[in-house]
Nanobody
Framework: VQLQASGGGSVQAGGSLRLSCTGT????????MGWFRQAQGKEREFVSY????????YYADSVKGRFTISRDNAKNTVFLQMSGLKPEDTAVYLC?????????????????WGQGTQVTVSS
């Protein structure tokens, strides 16, 4: 299984970016997906979740109303549309697959991880 994230870059505060994560070596539609981020010197933080069909999503409070997760199972790709970016959104953004099962929270149960893409937001 490989997950390749792309779309990161440097933007000014208030700007937008669209991240993509494409999976290979797996039946993509069988997995819920998540986005996480890790800022330098900080722990990894949950950002967003989307179920297998794309009909259910969940967001961390810090990004709710600004970020939108979506997926295209025909292209084995999950997206994260980010708008209203803030300097505190600066981090490496990683996508991950969520194994089927019942979990206590949307941030639990992730197994395969991509390498991430850097997002830098300047003030």
């Amino acid at each position: 299984v490989q997950l390749q994230a792309s779309g990161g870059g440097s933007v000014q505060a208030g700007g937008s970016l669209r991240l993509s994560c494409t999976g290979t070596g797996l039946t993509f539609s069988r997995y819920a997906m998540g986005w996480f981020r890790q800022a330098q010197g900080k722990e990894r933080e949950f950002v967003s979740y989307i179920n297998r069909s794309g009909g259910s999503t969940y967001y961390a409070d810090s990004v709710k109303g600004r970020f939108t997760i979506s997926r295209d199972n025909a292209k084995n790709t999950v997206f994260l549309q980010m708008s209203g970016l803030k300097p505190e959104d600066t981090a490496v953004y990683l996508c991950a697959t969520r194994s089927p099962g019942t979990y206590e929270s949307p941030s639990a149960g992730y197994t395969y991880w991509g390498q991430g893409t850097q997002v830098t937001v300047s003030s």
